[in-house]
């Protein structure tokens, strides 16, 4: 097995032909043919079904589809690594992310990128979480950040961030008397939900569907309020004490460093929503997306152990618990 063969079976089938797969990599098609019957003869297995339409994965294709794709990545890796060349990285590279997380992260992003790959054109694409979803299916994005992992074939490269603590977010005057007797709480059980009306976004999105799973497995009805179409316009008006929202630190990290907000934890269960990073398929040997991912994975470690994302942080390649703890100290237990 070699990395020509991965490379004439990954473009194969992402193309679903041998002929468009031949023009991409302008190679003869017999030559590809044999590259990738070869490849099959040593795994053992058929990896397409061939008909006159062009070739389909089968279930053996499918899932060494995903290996080939981590094992090219890899390599892309290693070679910038080895080479000390990071700086030559250039490219465009789309980003999609929601609201939320673009606020934890664009800053940090944008900074690290025009000091480290300043050859490297960010696009950022700012939309909820089914909307980036549809995105990548369409292949419109090079990266998505999406919400809990799926087995949708567009999200197999996907990385497991976080899980970010969900919090029912207030001001730290009300101006509704309903909201002041939240001043006595210190955190909330989800059932309580029901006695307050929540700025919710559409219910499409990743949030509104974990409020409304908890709330029916509770047995309850959230009482809902169409939450602005930008996050920052809903968080100025719950921050002068005229709403509630349930939002995850990444959307209020700020506000809380400078006392703008309270925050309380939602327990009984504790809600926590899955960030995850997902590189499109067919974008795998882009070394501007590789090093764009691996910026993020760094600063969302980085953000965890400054405690402004809170959470479990799931993925650890950049995790320094020395770091975590030296942070930790003097910061307060809750937001």
């Known amino acids: 097995?070699?990395?020509?063969?991965?490379?004439?079976?990954?473009?194969?089938?992402?193309?679903?032909?041998?002929?468009?797969?031949?023009?991409?990599?302008?190679?003869?098609?017999?030559?590809?043919?044999?590259?990738?019957?070869?490849?099959?003869?040593?795994?053992?297995?058929?990896?397409?079904?061939?008909?006159?339409?062009?070739?389909?994965?089968?279930?053996?294709?499918?899932?060494?589809?995903?290996?080939?794709?981590?094992?090219?990545?890899?390599?892309?890796?290693?070679?910038?690594?080895i080479s000390g060349n990071k700086e030559t990285i250039k490219g465009k590279v789309t980003l999609a992310v929601d609201q939320a997380i673009g606020n934890i992260l664009s800053v940090d992003l944008f900074q690290e990128l025009e000091h480290r790959f300043p050859e490297i054109d960010l696009q950022l694409r700012i939309g909820p979480s089914h909307t980036i979803e549809q995105w990548m299916s369409e292949k419109t994005t090079d990266i998505g950040i999406t919400f809990e992992r799926h087995n949708g074939h567009y999200l197999s490269n996907s990385i497991a961030l976080i899980k970010e603590d969900l919090y029912l977010v207030m001001a730290q005057v009300p101006k509704n008397p309903i909201h002041?007797?939240?001043?006595?709480?210190?955190?909330?059980?989800?059932?309580?939900?029901?006695?307050?009306?929540?700025?919710?976004?559409?219910?499409?999105?990743?949030?509104?569907?974990?409020?409304?799973?908890?709330?029916?497995q509770l047995n309850f009805t959230l009482k809902r309020k169409n939450a602005f179409g930008q996050l920052m316009t809903t968080l100025h008006y719950v921050s002068q004490g005229f709403g509630l929202v349930v939002l995850p630190s990444s959307a209020v990290f700020h506000l809380i460093d400078s006392n703008q907000i309270r925050c309380l934890p939602l327990i009984q269960p504790q809600l926590q929503r899955e960030v995850c990073?997902?590189?499109?398929?067919?974008?795998?040997?882009?070394?501007?997306?590789?090093?764009?991912?691996?910026?993020?994975?760094?600063?969302?470690?980085?953000?965890?152990?400054?405690?402004?994302?809170?959470?479990?942080?799931l993925d650890q390649k950049y995790y320094r618990a020395d770091l975590k703890q030296i942070n930790a100290i003097g910061s307060p237990g809750a937001c």
Request: proline share 1%; hydrophobic share 40%; aromatic share 8%.
């Open 1 to 81: 097995m070699n990395t020509k063969q991965l490379q004439y079976f990954l473009v194969t089938a992402n193309k679903g032909s041998i002929t468009a797969s031949a023009r991409a990599l302008d190679v003869a098609q017999p030559a590809i043919s044999l590259q990738i019957a070869n490849l099959e003869h040593e795994l053992k297995v058929k990896l397409f079904e061939r008909d006159f339409r062009g070739v389909q994965l089968t279930e053996s294709g499918q899932k060494f589809k995903q290996h080939a794709e981590l094992i090219m990545q890899q390599i892309s890796l290693a070679k910038q690594d």
């Open 180 to 216: 002041a007797e939240l001043a006595h709480y210190a955190s909330l059980p989800v059932e309580e939900l029901q006695h307050y009306e929540l700025f919710m976004s559409e219910t499409e999105d990743s949030l509104s569907q974990i409020l409304q799973r908890e709330a029916q």
């Open 277 to 313: 990073i997902s590189a499109t398929n067919g974008k795998y040997n882009v070394a501007a997306a590789n090093a764009v991912t691996e910026l993020i994975r760094e600063i969302c470690a980085n953000k965890y152990m400054a405690q402004q994302w809170r959470g479990e942080l």
